[in-house]
């Protein structure tokens, strides 16, 4: 067993960051402010790197602002166990593979 806090934090940050780049990208999208469309456009290109759930708007795509938060919300909380795996795989490489019991 992997005994170390990263994949945790891993989680922990990766539900933060969905949450940053949901607001910054709702704060670009209804305001009319020039530097608030300029956030809004590079939110735009990096979300699906920084929140890979938002893979799961293909569904929502036409619908009202309502149902678009609401499937961002969920892969905001998509982000923390996809984080996770990313923690634990680095957290493995890290530690040499010295704390993984052979199977």
């Known amino acids: 067993m ?5 994949p945790r934090r891993f989680a ?10 949901m607001a910054l990208y709702w704060y670009g999208y209804k ?15 990096v979300m699906f790197f920084l929140c890979p759930g938002l893979l799961l708007q293909i ?3 036409g619908t ?3 149902l678009g938060l609401v499937m961002w919300v969920i ?9 996770y795996c990313i923690g634990l795989v ?3 490489l890290l530690n040499g593979h010295s704390k993984i019991p052979a199977g």
Not at 2 to 6: E, H, P, S, V
């Open 12 to 21: 922990e940050a990766g539900i933060v960051i969905g949450f940053i780049v």
């Open 90 to 92: 680095l957290a493995a």
């Open 59 to 61: 569904f929502t795509i």
């Open 64 to 66: 009202g602002d309502i």
């Open 2 to 6: 992997i005994a170390t806090r990263l």
């Open 31 to 45: 305001s009319d402010v020039d530097s608030a469309q300029a956030l809004f456009e590079f939110v735009r290109k």
């Open 75 to 83: 892969a905001v909380f998509l982000n923390g166990p996809i984080y």
